[in-house]
């Protein structure tokens, strides 16, 4: 008789932590120009601090796969991933990533799934998402004037006025995708007003790809990238400027030409984020559907 060491069946990756690895991916593909990556980091945002950003949001992403409500599983993961010293690194991200790792944890790692569950959020949903801004810094346009009331920079002193005007986090986003008056529309939240066609188009552009993950999360972030004008940077800069970078990134040809062109913007000062969203939402999705790390 022999002594045999018993035998586990490792369990697979679930919806969490697949979240948490896209946004160690995510950040780890290079070149991605102005952002942070794992060759470059910006004067006051470094790359330990996305890893450590990563790390803290989990508990925020494990609860929106137990089902949890998407504002109280979104203003957790917000609040840990700030617990690093560089501040804000994933705010957006994790706004696309929660409601997805609910559709993925219910089965529906779907546009349709996905849809459901922003469709679904409440006003309790609203609050959180409000709340969540107290916990970093969150570059943002300013709101049209009688919006005033509702500027997310206030807050959770914007709770009452949500409550009072019964506005669930899906009319927030709606309101920010298409603000009219001359206010830019915001990337992130046509995501969850459209049902995410781009993170979806751009996670099957991942699967489709060859290579390194890493190199694959950077194509497909030029790609993002060159499709349409940079919230963050239109935010900052204008949208002169976020117009002249998207049109830049259609004439890179190579991850070479990438390279030489990710020093420039660094110097400038310009940071494509709301791309690098969709890129950590996009390597969720092409990660739910069987991409191997």
Not at 3 to 22: F, I, K, S, V
Not at 181 to 209: C, K, L, M, Q, Y
Request: charged fraction near 25%.
């Amino acid at each position: 008789m022999t002594d045999q060491a018993p035998t586990h069946e490792l369990p697979e990756r679930g919806p969490a932590a697949n979240a948490e690895l896209a946004l160690l991916l995510e950040v780890a593909g290079t070149p991605k120009p102005g952002n942070v990556d794992r060759h470059r980091d910006l004067a006051d945002l470094r790359f330990e601090h996305f890893l450590a950003g990563a790390v803290g949001a989990r508990l925020g992403l494990d609860r929106a796969a137990a089902g949890d409500p998407v504002g109280e599983a979104f203003e957790t993961a917000v609040a840990g991933m700030s617990q690093q010293s560089g501040g804000n690194t994933q705010f957006g991200c994790l706004l696309l990533l929660i409601p997805l790792v609910r559709a993925a944890a219910a089965g529906d790692c779907t546009r349709e799934g996905v849809r459901e569950v922003c469709e679904a959020t409440t006003v309790d949903d609203a609050a959180g998402f409000y709340r969540a801004f107290e916990h970093v810094d969150v570059a943002v346009a300013d709101p049209p004037e009688e919006m005033d009331a509702l500027d997310v920079r206030r807050g959770a002193d914007a709770v009452p006025t949500l409550r009072e005007c019964d506005l669930t986090l899906f009319d927030v986003m709606e309101a920010s995708a298409s603000p009219g008056d001359g206010h830019g529309s915001d990337a992130n939240a046509r995501e969850w007003v459209d049902g995410f066609p781009r993170t979806f188009r751009a996670a099957e552009a991942i699967r489709a790809d060859e290579g390194p993950i890493a190199d694959r999360a950077a194509r497909a972030f030029l790609e993002l990238l060159a499709e349409e004008p940079d919230t963050l940077v239109a935010t900052n800069h204008g949208r002169e400027v976020a117009r002249e970078v998207c049109d830049r990134a259609a004439s890179v040809d190579s991850l070479a030409a990438a390279e030489e062109w990710a020093a420039e913007l660094v110097d400038r000062g310009i940071n494509p984020g709301t791309t690098a969203d969709l890129t950590a939402a996009a390597l969720f999705v092409a990660l739910e559907r069987g991409v191997d790390v």
